[in-house]
């Protein structure tokens, strides 16, 4: 049968690295004293659609339910999350879970994550605990080709807090911004606002590389409270990561949130050889707002497809094929388990001995059964 398109089958090592990326995730959080939490698969579309949560409903998958209300395939964890965690007791402050979201918009439709939040916490302590917990993770998958991002939602909303834009304006410039469009970036500060802020948001879109360019950018915004405060911020989650042996950290000064409810720091990771975002994440605590709650929210969720694909499986372990028949194969079920850590499988008829590293046959001799090799 043919599948719809973005569904597929999936065989062998991938569904193997995968297994092993969740459960090294698993031990990583549990020793970090996270709580697992899981949220239902099917959600009403106004969880996600609503104004701060700020989801396309274009983009997920849906149907009506029997009572004519939209219902649809998760779309996103950190908002189910939020939604569960409301009733929830404000003593555990730190919650992971693991699972797959549904998409239209994205290649597969179906993407695995695996992902912390982190609630009722001291800014820079929830996000050192996330930023950290990813570091701790990928090195237990031992994926040490990788660098990590920083960016942080307020200095694009305190530029632009100075022009006199609509909110459609508001999201043209936004879009410019993180598609690093120079030239529309500066069209449509300049034509709703002044010269200064334009130049300013412009020469943003470049402004990305090691921690030199917050220092820059200190000098630079060294009368502006809130810009300095930002870059102080961020100068410190980046120290944070260095002194402990992150070797690549980046800022993206002109970074912009490509989720609605970010609403501080946000984060990246990305495997340096191909360029794939391995994690995001970042701060929302306005999403709580819908609940008519005020609370610190922080977390980021790991591409575990992208995990796999990073992971190296070795299985030194070795390959025994029994052949056996019929009859004897109980006797070759109980020669199995005299074999430690073997991959052991039972066969009447061996076509392929390749594949095995050692390959014995059950023979029945004088009314017994005997193993030979061959």
């Known amino acids: 049968m043919f599948l719809p398109a973005g569904s597929q089958d999936e065989i062998g090592k991938r569904l193997i690295s995968r297994s092993k990326a ?133 200095i694009f909303d305190e530029l632009t807090s100075h022009l006199n834009l609509t909110d459609s304006e508001l999201e043209k410039l936004r879009e410019a911004m993180h598609d690093k469009r120079r030239d529309e970036v500066y069209q449509i500060a300049i034509t709703n606002g002044h010269e200064e802020v334009a130049n300013e948001l412009t020469q943003l879109v470049d402004a990305f590389g090691s921690i030199d360019v917050i220092e820059k950018y200190e000098d630079l915004w060294r009368d502006q409270e809130i810009l300095l405060g930002i870059l102080k911020h961020m100068k410190q989650l980046a120290v944070l990561l260095q002194e402990l042996g992150v070797p690549d950290v980046l800022v993206d000064l002109g970074r912009v949130k490509n989720l609605p409810y970010y609403c501080g720091i946000m984060f990246r990771g990305f495997i340096r050889s191909n360029g794939n975002t391995c994690f995001s994440g970042g701060r929302y605590d306005k999403l709580y707002e819908q609940f008519d709650e005020s609370i610190s929210a922080v977390g980021l969720a790991f591409d575990v497809d992208v995990l796999a694909d990073n992971l190296i499986i070795e299985n030194d372990r070795q390959k025994i094929c029994i052949v056996a028949s019929e009859q004897s194969h109980a006797f070759a079920e109980k020669l199995r388990t005299s074999f430690d850590n073997a991959i052991v499988d039972i066969q009447y008829n061996l076509t392929d001995e390749d594949r095995f590293d050692k390959v014995l046959e059950v023979i029945e001799e004088h009314n017994e059964y005997k193993v030979v090799e061959r």
């Open 22 to 154: 969740y459960e090294i995730f698993g031990n990583v959080t549990a020793n970090r004293n996270y709580k697992q939490i899981s949220t239902p698969v099917v959600e009403y579309a106004t969880t996600f659609t609503n104004q701060y949560a700020g989801m396309e409903l274009q983009n997920m998958l849906k149907w009506f339910n029997r009572d004519g209300e939209i219902e649809v395939l998760r779309p996103d964890w950190t908002t189910a999350i939020a939604r569960a965690l409301v009733n929830q007791h404000p003593s555990q402050l730190k919650w992971s879970y693991q699972g797959s979201v549904f998409r239209s918009d994205k290649a597969g439709m179906e993407s695995r994550q695996a992902g912390v939040e982190i609630v009722h916490t001291s800014s820079f302590l929830g996000e050192s605990e996330c930023l950290l917990t990813a570091v701790n993770y990928l090195d237990e998958l031992e994926i040490n080709d990788y660098l990590i991002e920083l960016g942080h939602t307020g």
